[in-house]
Nanobody, 120 residues
Framework: QVQLVESGGGLVKPGGSLRLSCVASGFPFSNYWLSWVRQAPGKGLEWVSDIKSGGGSTYYADSVKGRFTISRDNANNTLYLQMNSLEPDDTAVYYC?????????????WGQGTQVTVSS
């Protein structure tokens, strides 16, 4: 069974740092494009960052570029998001997403999320 489990969220003051982790199982992790997606209170889902299967290509939303770093450890089926210089607007539930397309078939998996709260 596919599992994605996020961890590392919590309370942090503005300017602080957190590192989120997502541990995956039940699918060929190394072949999947991975993303972090967040949902702020009262808002819809917002894409934060992507990393391709080989780890060499990364993408960031303008709102987090220069502050967040996405990485992956394929040997341990783990996705990371290093978050620095956190701002109150970063407050959200952060979700791990894994997806791959095989011809006309798409697999799209989600974790349960981890809460990040940035407040003084």
């Amino acid at each position: 069974q596919v599992q994605l489990v996020e961890s590392g969220g919590g309370l942090v003051k503005p300017g602080g740092s957190l590192r989120l982790s997502c541990v995956a199982s039940g699918f060929p992790f190394s072949n999947y494009w991975l993303s972090w997606v967040r949902q702020a209170p009262g808002k819809g889902l917002e894409w934060v960052s992507d990393i391709k299967s080989g780890g060499g290509s990364t993408y960031y939303a303008d709102s987090v570029k220069g502050r967040f770093t996405i990485s992956r450890d394929n040997a341990n089926n783990t996705l990371y998001l290093q978050m620095n210089s956190l701002e109150p607007d970063d407050t959200a539930v952060y979700y791990c997403n894994a997806r791959a397309v095989f011809g006309f078939k798409m697999n799209d998996y989600w974790g349960q999320g981890t809460q990040v709260t940035v407040s003084s």
